[in-house]
Nanobody
């Protein structure tokens, strides 16, 4: 069983940056794919914003974000970070850390492929 705890959300202005943290416990670190998803207000479903395979440090990004949200990890702290830059009101939402236990690489980056979830952290960007 993997437990995930997110932190770092908050309310900020357009153009500012924010760094989210996800600390994992349990499971085998080298087999974990950790991803950040977000859910916009009033929308069903979550979209992925970045993922990292902890064993190889391979990173995955969706094209629409154009590299604004780099993902990184600190293996000694069992923590995955999401650096969010140049934020706009369209980035407002609940951000979730999720993990999948898988050998070699991340699964297709859909909610249904991730078994473990954190409680979420709210990000609100004002214009």
């Amino acid at each position: 069983q993997v437990q995930l705890v997110e932190s770092g959300g908050g309310s900020i202005q357009t153009g500012e940056s924010l760094k989210l943290s996800c600390t994992a416990s349990g499971g085998t670190d080298s087999r974990l794919c950790v991803a950040w998803f977000r859910q916009a207000p009033g929308k069903e479903g979550k979209e992925v914003v970045a993922a990292i395979y902890r064993g190889t440090d391979r990173k995955y990004y969706p094209g629409y974000l154009r590299g604004r949200f780099p993902i990184s990890q600190d293996k000694t702290e069992n923590t995955v970070y999401l650096q969010m830059n140049n934020l706009t009101p369209e980035d407002t939402g609940m951000y979730y850390c999720a993990a999948a236990d898988r050998a070699g690489y991340c699964p297709d980056l859909y909610e249904r492929n991730f078994a473990f979830w954190g409680q979420g952290t709210q990000v609100t960007v004002s214009s």
